[in-house]
């Protein structure tokens, strides 16, 4: 039986990366971001290579589009065998004197409520049968600071911190590294 990745916040960087290596593996793929014409291209781009994939349409920033597409992916490809969490910074990217509330927020909504929103959709399922993986990915802002980045490395490590504070009683056999 194959298995299923969901990238959400997929890119031709780091989420296709991830969707080519797990589809050469035999998992069937499901890309999530807000372009449509872009996910198929992404899509297209899998097909080349025989792994079978479908995208879904969802603004990470808006919990209940993001919840739909997950549900959507599940209703297409099967249950969410490894969720993987990797939006690129969008909105506002702010130096340490440009930063202000309003630009922290964008990040904070897209970082850490976006991956809380996705981890909450998919985590019950996957305890429910006893085996998942989440990969959330993040930028080196959130490890070394950059000061060109001062909005977005801050959300990172605080999804990081709180998500390893709460995996014992979340998984049975969770390990997270926060990098």
């Not at 997929?10 to 290596?21: C, E, H, I, T």
């Not at 603004?59 to 099967?78: H, K, N, W, Y």
């Not at 305890?127 to 080196?140: F, K, Q, Y």
Request: proline fraction near 8%; charged fraction near 15%.
């Amino acid at each position: 039986m194959s298995r299923t990745l969901v990238v959400v916040g997929a890119g031709p960087g780091l989420g296709m990366g991830v969707a080519r290596a797990f589809g050469r593996q035999g998992f069937r793929v499901g890309l999530i971001a807000r372009t449509q014409s872009r996910l198929n291209a992404l899509v297209t781009d899998l097909a080349d290579l025989n792994i079978e994939a479908a995208a879904f349409t969802a603004d990470i920033r808006d919990r209940d589009s993001l919840t739909a597409a997950l549900d959507v992916a599940r209703d297409a490809l099967g249950p969410v065998d490894v969720l993987q969490y990797s939006p690129s910074p969008s909105g506002p990217i702010t130096n340490a004197v440009q930063t202000t509330v309003e630009s922290m927020t964008a990040q904070f909504e897209l970082h850490m409520l976006g991956a809380v929103t996705a981890v909450g959709r998919v985590l019950p399922d996957m305890r429910a049968r006893g085996s998942g993986t989440l990969l959330l990915t993040t930028g080196v802002s959130s490890t070394i600071p950059a000061p060109f980045l001062a909005n977005v490395g801050p959300p990172c490590p605080a999804w990081a911190t709180g998500h390893t504070r709460c995996t014992p009683n979340s998984a049975p056999k969770a390990s997270t590294r926060p990098r």
